[in-house]
């Protein structure tokens, strides 16, 4: 059941699911009922390669949006030849009416409000893994692609071989859960991861990949390319010729690890920095990172980084960041 407002048309809407009885009309209209097994296959689908709920947690194709696909182009298996050629910023419709424009990943102008995009809460992600997904079903049909096998955490020795393949580190952090809803939740999980990446990168610390698990904690993991950086690092200053460049050379004179020298008319010196260690610069400078509004005050459980950062505890998260197999692929 929807609770929503009774309205007589979508120029009266007072919440943001008064359109629901509308959508349920227009689909009942206009679905025949052979294209109906062509919904719930097109549905088992998308749950399967992991893009169905339009919820914050998924950022997904929503039901509504799957069904005027049907309507659209037919049947399941025209769906996905569409979708194989879609690209970013991709605009459907089903009515001829000039609509407002979107920004979105993909636009699908509603048929019962114009001035709405049904798949406004897909994202990019999203969007690219339906349609990869769509090209390896049309060139290899299987079943995986609607009941994919269960995914286990892959094991600590597989995910330590792979980090030292690459010669990178991995760094954790565990923060308490706090007590809001999905749909606040992880836009500021995924803003808070984000503003940890930003942070790190902006003492040299390299992010190259990233991702996240929420259980009863949350775990930020991130893969960096050194968890450990030189005390010194090059840094740049004025020209020469320039008047206040005497404030660089007092300055650095007392402070750096070299005496400042010319490079190229400029003046130069290698400066120590604050952060020698990923883990410190966390610890130290998390709260002042651009952290979702709930996060910014939850308590910060551990920051694990290297061989410390590889236990049974972190193993799902590890895996949510390790394990690049697709759902079909399992």
Same mark, same amino acid.
């Given at each position: 059941?929807?609770p929503c407002y009774r309205i007589m048309d979508t120029t009266r809407l007072r919440s943001a699911v008064d359109r629901t009885p509308f959508h349920t009309q227009y689909v009942?209209?206009?679905?025949?009922? /052979? %294209? #109906?097994?062509?919904?719930?296959?097109?549905?088992?689908?998308?749950?399967?390669?992991?893009?169905?709920?339009?919820?914050?947690?998924? %950022?997904?194709?929503?039901?509504?949006?799957?069904?005027?696909? =049907?309507?659209?182009?037919?049947?399941? @298996? %025209?769906? *996905?030849?569409?979708?194989?050629?879609?690209?970013?910023?991709?605009?459907?419709?089903?009515?001829?009416?000039?609509?407002?424009?979107?920004?979105?990943?993909?636009?699908?102008?509603?048929?019962?409000?114009?001035?709405?995009?049904?798949?406004?809460?897909?994202?990019? %992600?999203?969007?690219?893994?339906?349609?990869?997904?769509? &090209?390896?079903? $049309?060139?290899?049909?299987? +079943? &995986?692609?609607?009941?994919?096998?269960?995914?286990?955490? *892959? #094991? $600590?020795?597989?995910?330590?071989?792979? *980090?030292?393949?690459?010669?990178?580190?991995?760094?954790? =952090?565990?923060?308490?859960r706090p007590h809001i809803i999905d749909d606040n939740l992880y836009p500021q999980i995924r803003r808070s991861l984000e503003g940890a990446c930003t942070m790190l990168e902006?003492?040299?610390?390299?992010?190259?990949? &990233?991702?996240?698990?929420?259980?009863?904690?949350?775990?930020?993991?991130?893969?960096? /390319?050194?968890? +450990?950086?030189?005390?010194? @690092?090059?840094?740049?200053?004025?020209?020469?010729?320039?008047?206040?460049?005497?404030?660089?050379?007092?300055?650095?004179? #007392? +402070?750096?690890?070299? @005496?400042?020298?010319?490079?190229?008319?400029?003046?130069?010196?290698?400066?120590?920095?604050?952060?020698?260690?990923?883990?410190? *610069?966390?610890?130290? #400078?998390?709260?002042?990172?651009?952290?979702?509004?709930?996060?910014?005050?939850?308590?910060?459980?551990?920051?694990?980084?290297?061989?410390?950062? =590889?236990?049974?505890?972190?193993?799902?998260?590890?895996?949510?960041?390790?394990?690049? &197999?697709?759902?079909?692929? =399992?």
């Amino acid at each position: 059941m929807v609770p929503c407002y009774r309205i007589m048309d979508t120029t009266r809407l007072r919440s943001a699911v008064d359109r629901t009885p509308f959508h349920t009309q227009y689909v009942r209209s206009n679905l025949r009922d /052979e %294209q #109906k097994k062509e919904v719930r296959l097109l549905k088992q689908f998308a749950k399967g390669v992991g893009v169905y709920g339009a919820e914050a947690r998924t %950022q997904g194709f929503s039901g509504y949006l799957l069904e005027l696909l =049907i309507i659209r182009f037919d049947s399941f @298996r %025209q769906v *996905l030849e569409e979708a194989s050629s879609w690209k970013r910023g991709a605009v459907l419709d089903l009515a001829d009416e000039a609509c407002r424009k979107f920004n979105d990943p993909l636009v699908f102008h509603d048929p019962v409000d114009a001035n709405r995009n049904v798949a406004s809460a897909l994202s990019a %992600q999203s969007l690219a893994r339906f349609i990869y997904a769509a &090209r390896c079903y $049309l060139d290899r049909p299987s +079943e &995986r692609f609607f009941f994919p096998n269960r995914r286990e955490p *892959l #094991k $600590l020795d597989d995910m330590r071989a792979m *980090l030292e393949q690459r010669g990178t580190g991995p760094l954790v =952090i565990t923060m308490r859960r706090p007590h809001i809803i999905d749909d606040n939740l992880y836009p500021q999980i995924r803003r808070s991861l984000e503003g940890a990446c930003t942070m790190l990168e902006g003492s040299d610390f390299r992010v190259i990949d &990233r991702a996240y698990h929420v259980a009863e904690d949350i775990r930020f993991v991130l893969e960096l /390319e050194s968890l +450990e950086l030189p005390r010194g @690092r090059y840094h740049s200053g004025p020209p020469a010729w320039v008047e206040n460049s005497n404030a660089f050379l007092e300055r650095w004179e #007392k +402070e750096g690890l070299s @005496r400042p020298y010319l490079v190229n008319g400029h003046w130069a010196v290698v400066a120590p920095r604050a952060y020698t260690r990923a883990d410190d *610069l966390v610890r130290s #400078k998390l709260s002042a990172a651009a952290l979702g509004s709930d996060l910014r005050t939850a308590e910060v459980l551990s920051v694990n980084m290297g061989a410390s950062a =590889i236990s049974e505890r972190n193993r799902p998260a590890l895996s949510a960041m390790l394990d690049k &197999r697709m759902n079909w692929e =399992i």
